[in-house]
């Protein structure tokens, strides 16, 4: 797809950046929505403000011609069938960025028909919420009922980069942090047993490029992974053997039976209805746009990713809740000084000291 105007709402994140960066060497004008300020660059413009205010948005969408819209954003159900005519009307193509998530436990390898939760699934509980993995299908279902097919929803499973490097539910700034600043690392059985899927995010940035301003992509569903698996064991594994180069010893270590998320009711969707699943993707959709054994090796990638990573550690921590968790299972202590604010201080002192050990 060339020089073209493109409009990418939400696009700063780990595969967010990598899209826009292709998209750009193409010579396309691309349009990036942020919250924060970012100057521009070659062939791409950011506009400051948030994509879910209405009001933002309405000043944006009429801006250009757009020739495709990728929104990466993530909605309520309800936002997004209020937007949704609003979006399609604005775009020869509007790419949907959905989730993996949204299948249920499929064996031996999803396919894009293979059941989803919000179809599959008969827990009432979890169907009464619009936990992610369901607002993302309610909202494809919402696009599929829409008169305009031109749409095309993007699946991505989990995706690692220089800047994101999960272990099971955690991301980075929950055990590597640890790691790096002399605490215990603590993982659970129940989900190193399982098998995963991880790409590279630069990969899932050049398929859905593929599919940008491809007419037989309009009114159809593609997940973005590479073609192999392996085991949250060995994932794990290979985190452990960099970092032991890294800091000259190995990083102390908790293995515990069960993640202690499954015992937070905001928090155990995520382990019930994926992590404890086993993920294989078969890749044939989008076979037909990008050649995915062309995709980076993930031990190889991940592990590239976390070599560049150390060369410059820099962490985001939003809360330091689940922090004062897994110290209250190892019985550890975060500094003071490491927690930004009093309130922030606070928080910690009360979740370590209130919540049982596992």
């Known amino acids: ?30 349009f990036v929505t942020s919250r924060s300020f970012h100057k521009d660059e070659t062939n791409i413009h ?28 993530i909605y309520g159900t309800h936002d997004f069938e ?15 960025i959905s989730s993996s998530r949204v299948y249920a436990d499929t064996q031996p390898a999803i396919a894009e028909s293979s059941p989803r939760l919000l179809d599959a699934c008969h827990d009432s509980t979890y169907l009464s919420t619009d936990e992610y993995a369901l607002s993302k299908a309610r909202e494809e279902d ?32 929950y055990w590597l942090y640890q790691a790096l600043h002399g605490r215990t690392i603590v993982f659970s059985q129940d989900i190193a047993r399982r098998t995963t899927t991880m790409t590279y995010g630069y990969d899932v940035a050049r398929g859905i490029a593929a599919l940008l301003g491809r007419k037989e992509a309009l009114g159809r569903v593609f997940h973005i992974t590479v073609d192999e698996s392996h085991t949250w064991q060995e994932i794990f594994d290979l ?9 000259g010893h190995a990083p102390k270590m908790k293995m515990i039976s069960k993640n202690p998320r499954i015992d937070i009711p905001t928090s155990k969707w995520q382990v019930l209805y994926d992590r404890y699943y086993d993920r ?7 076979k037909e746009f990008i050649n995915t054994t062309t995709f980076t090796p993930t031990l190889q990638g991940i592990e590239q990713c976390l070599r560049d990573f150390l060369k410059n550690p820099s962490f985001h921590i939003n809360g330091w809740g689940e922090h004062a968790m897994y110290d209250r299972i190892t019985g550890e202590w975060t500094p003071w000084k490491e927690i930004p604010t009093w309130e922030q201080r606070l928080k ?9 050990k596992h």
């Open 1 to 30: 797809m060339n020089k073209n105007l493109i409009l990418v709402l939400g696009g700063t994140g780990a595969m967010g950046k990598h899209v826009v960066k292709l998209l750009s060497q193409s010579e396309n004008q691309v």
């Open 46 to 73: 950011y506009l400051q403000g948030n994509a879910k205010n209405a009001q933002f948005l309405a000043s944006i969408l009429p801006m250009h011609p757009w020739d495709a819209i990728v929104d990466f954003m």
């Open 82 to 96: 209020e937007r949704i005519d609003q979006l399609l009307s604005s775009t020869r193509q509007y790419v949907f």
């Open 142 to 173: 919402i696009l599929r009922r829409h008169e305009k097919k031109n749409w095309t929803i993007v699946r991505p499973y989990i995706t690692y980069s220089e800047q994101r490097l999960q272990l099971g539910v955690l991301e980075k700034e």
């Open 239 to 247: 985190y452990i053997r960099v970092l032991t180069e890294h800091l």
């Open 280 to 286: 294989r993707f078969d890749n044939t959709a989008i």
């Open 348 to 356: 910690y002192f009360l979740r370590r000291t209130i919540l049982p």
